[in-house]
């Protein structure tokens, strides 16, 4: 059964880079045909996807927040990681990771506070 656990810190200040990192156990991330992605949702509003890397090391990002966002993966460490810069408060919100192929399976996810 695969888990998926994010951590980062939980508070960071406007114009700083936000690195989030999930930790897979249960199953490789090389995976054949999985997709692991970073999702969020902001106080009072729906989930936003924010891109995805695959088995392969492919990465996809949402337009609206490609150029602030990068993903990358440390296989040895069963790993991947977020980083989202330039942040301002608009993105307070829970961060979570999620495993996807037909279905999803979700971290517990993570809050972040963006505030000086």
């Known amino acids: 059964q695969v888990q998926l656990r994010e951590s980062g810190p939980g508070l960071v200040k406007p114009s700083q880079t936000l690195s989030l990192t999930c930790t897979v156990s249960?199953?490789?991330?090389?995976?054949?045909?999985?997709?692991y992605n970073w999702i969020r949702q902001s106080p009072g509003k729906g989930l936003e996807w924010m891109g995805a890397?695959?088995?392969?090391?492919?990465?996809h990002y949402s337009p609206s927040l490609k150029t602030r966002t990068s993903l990358s993966r440390d296989t040895d460490i069963n790993q991947f990681t977020l980083q989202l810069s330039s942040v301002t408060p608009e993105d307070t919100a829970v961060y979570y990771c999620?495993?996807?192929?037909?279905?999803?399976?979700w971290g517990q996810g993570t809050q972040v506070t963006v505030s000086s």
């Open positions: 890397i695959s088995y392969r090391g492919n990465t």
């Open positions: 249960g199953e490789s991330i090389t995976t054949t045909d999985y997709y």
């Open positions: 999620a495993r996807a192929s037909g279905y999803w399976d």
